[in-house]
């Protein structure tokens, strides 16, 4: 049975850096579709970054109000999101997702997750303030 597992949320003031992990455990996989998402209180949850991947062959992708300070990474089993200069506005509770060895149609489709969230498998969550 696949588990994801988060650390690293925390309460920072404005400008401050996190970095969250999700342990993924339970099955071995070579290629994989995998995202951060994130859900403010009284907001929907909204994608933040997705990574795909096979081998050493990755693609990226972020929501456009992280673009140029979040960076998502995977290695070793674990997904990674390094978050730097942290504004109030990314207060919210932090979600991995997986999709581990999807179909290629769902691999080469994982940034649609970014809108649709639309994975098989998630974490408990992290939660993150930024005060100011």
């Known amino acids: 049975q696949v588990q994801l597992v988060e650390s690293g949320g925390g309460s920072v003031q404005v400008g401050g850096s996190l970095r969250l992990s999700c342990a993924a455990s339970?099955?071995?996989?070579?290629?994989?579709?995998m995202g951060w998402f994130r859900q403010a209180p009284g907001k929907e949850r909204e994608g933040v970054a997705t990574?795909?991947?096979?081998?050493?062959?990755?693609a990226l992708h972020y929501a456009d109000s992280v673009k140029g300070r979040f960076t998502i990474s995977h290695a070793n089993a674990t997904l990674y999101l390094h978050m730097n200069n942290l504004q109030p506005e990314d207060t919210a509770v932090y979600y991995c997702?997986?999709?581990?060895?999807?179909?290629?149609?769902?691999?080469?489709?994982?940034?649609?997750?970014?809108?649709?969230?639309?994975?098989?498998?998630w974490g408990q969550g992290t939660q993150v303030t930024v005060s100011s």
């Open positions: 339970g099955r071995t996989y070579s290629r994989y579709c």
């Open positions: 997702g997986a999709d581990l060895e999807p179909s290629w149609g769902q691999l080469v489709a994982c940034s649609r997750n970014l809108v649709r969230g639309d994975l098989p498998y």
């Open positions: 990574i795909n991947g096979i081998g050493t062959v990755e």
